[in-house]
């Protein structure tokens, strides 16, 4: 099973709401990546946890707060966004983290700030 | 400066009209070439991962291969259904993908 689950599919929120993105793998991976995609662009990595320890950070303004409670569940916690922060969010996720490993997308949420 | 070009942008065939996707890459290092299919609004699907030059790979329609410069996806009597973006990705030294912009297929019935 290669699946990656993201919740909400939609999320809309004003520029003062908190809100969270959560994204579950079951394929016992241990490196977890968030990733930003404008229309008709490929993805843009915003962090990587690897062994549940934030690894990379591309960075991203903090008003984006990752969190990863355990091996299998990545959260993204929203703050305070721009209108420019609208886009679709994609988790992933990889074996290890190694730059051999492949990656698997979840489905993403659409995210619209107004 | 590692670079990833797909080509050509869009793709438009009859249904079973065979065809082919180019990825051509500059890395220093290849780690790995990796294919995804993306249909609008979804996360890309995972398609292929190639290693190492003269390695070819199949699943259904679709067959990759890789040499020391591109990739390519076969694409072999398309249907309709396979209509969606096709994006590259490779990996190098570095600990982050490198895509390519896409190559958007439509396939008319």
């Known amino acids: 099973d290669t699946e990656v689950t993201q919740t909400p599919k939609h999320l809309v929120m004003g520029m003062t709401n908190k809100k969270s993105l959560k994204c579950e793998q079951h394929?016992?991976?241990?490196?977890m990546y968030w990733y930003k995609q404008k229309a008709k662009k490929p993805p843009e990595l915003m962090f990587v946890y690897s062994y549940e320890k934030l690894s990379i950070n591309e960075s991203v303004p903090s008003r984006f707060s990752p969190e990863c409670p355990n091996s299998s569940l990545l959260n993204l916690h929203l703050h305070a966004l721009q209108p420019e922060d609208s886009a679709l969010y994609l988790c992933?996720?990889?074996?290890?983290?190694?730059?051999?490993?492949?990656?698997?997308f979840g489905p993403g949420t659409r995210l619209t700030v107004l | 400066e590692d670079q990833v070009t797909q080509s050509p942008e869009a793709l438009r065939l009859q249904e079973g009209e065979s065809s082919s996707l180019n990825c051509s890459y500059t890395v220093s290092g290849l780690r790995g070439l990796f294919w995804y299919r993306q249909d609008p609004g979804k996360g890309p699907e995972f398609l292929f991962t190639?290693?190492?030059?003269?390695e070819e790979k199949e699943k259904e329609r679709l067959k990759a291969t890789l040499t020391k410069k591109e990739s390519f996806l076969h694409i072999t009597a398309p249907k309709p259904e396979d209509s969606a973006t096709y994006l590259c990705a490779v990996s190098g030294s570095n600990y982050q993908l490198i895509w390519g912009a896409g190559t958007k297929l439509i396939i008319k019935p």
């Open positions: 992933a996720s990889s074996q290890a983290g190694a730059t051999t490993d492949t990656q698997y």
């Open positions: 394929m016992g991976h241990r490196a």
């Open positions: 190639l290693y190492s030059a003269g």
